[in-house]
């Protein structure tokens, strides 16, 4: 859906984080001049580093989406 987005002016915008332990969300939102897509970014801590391991856009869930692929 993001290639929809080409040649359109863009901006990212940070809007909350929450921290739990090792685990982290990221909220934003990519804008452009037609609309505005919600995009959380979920990230682990491991050895000092912040990895993402999942993005959320639009509600649904990147590594969801692949287990549901996989499983069929």
Same mark, same amino acid.
């Given at each position: &859906?993001? #290639?929809?987005? +080409? ?7 940070? %809007? ?6 090792? =685990? ?6 990519? &804008?452009? #001049?037609?609309? +505005? ?7 682990? %801590? ?6 993402? =391991? ?19």
């Amino acid at each position: &859906r993001i #290639d929809d987005y +080409t040649g359109r002016k863009q901006a990212v915008s940070y %809007l909350s984080e929450r921290i739990e332990g090792p =685990y982290a969300e990221v909220r934003t939102e990519l &804008r452009s #001049d037609k609309t +505005t897509l919600p995009m959380d970014y979920r990230l682990l %801590l491991k050895d000092g580093r912040w990895s993402a =391991y999942d993005i959320i856009i639009e509600g649904v869930s990147l590594v969801s989406n692949y287990r549901s692929q996989f499983q069929k």
